[in-house]
């Protein structure tokens, strides 16, 4: 292979964010937690701890993509835990995304996230336009994660691939 030790280097680095990513995930859930329940939390805290599905996604991505390439590779025969549950992952980041959606619509209000503070404003507030163009991203955002969760089955990866024990 051409680029073995660049593809090392990536899947090693990208290993390396992908737990630090979630070790901040979960530390930011938990202080989110401890402030909803302790401090009674506001609206916002609650979006904030929503809009956290973001980090928990992009460090399962980084852990994932390693496997994926060490079994696409065929440098392992068998695709790593987290490729073997990719599907259902995705399908459950899916529900939060179409259920976030839903509350978000339902309720009246559109939570917005810059540099890491959210803020809730009332939907009737904003301009129809960024209505319809936040709920086009909400259907890409579920049309990519289903054809990300359909392409692991097709290659194998999950759907009905047991573990193997030993």
């Not at 991505?61 to 068998?78: D, E, I, M």
């Not at 490729?83 to 995304?97: A, M, P, S």
């Not at 336009?129 to 991203?137: D, R, Y």
Request: one cysteine or more.
């Amino acid at each position: 292979m051409k680029n073995n030790g660049l593809m090392n280097l990536y899947c090693f680095v990208s290993s390396v964010l992908g737990a630090l990513v979630l070790v901040w995930a979960v530390a930011s859930y938990g202080v989110a937690l401890h402030r909803l329940l302790v401090e009674g939390g506001s609206l916002q805290i609650v979006w904030t701890m929503l809009n956290l599905r973001h980090l928990l996604f992009l460090g399962l991505l980084l852990l994932g993509v390693p496997q994926l390439y060490r079994f696409v590779s065929g440098r392992s025969k068998t695709p790593g835990w987290l490729l073997r549950r990719g599907e259902y992952i995705l399908y459950v980041f899916i529900l939060l995304v179409i259920g976030q959606a839903i509350w978000q619509f339902g309720t009246g209000r559109v939570a917005s996230c810059l540099g890491g503070v959210c803020s809730v404003s009332e939907l009737t507030a904003r301009p129809m336009v960024e209505t319809i163009l936040s709920g086009a991203m909400i259907f890409v955002k579920v049309l990519i994660m289903y054809g990300m969760a359909q392409s692991l089955r097709v290659m194998g990866c999950s759907g009905g691939v047991r573990d193997e024990v030993g």
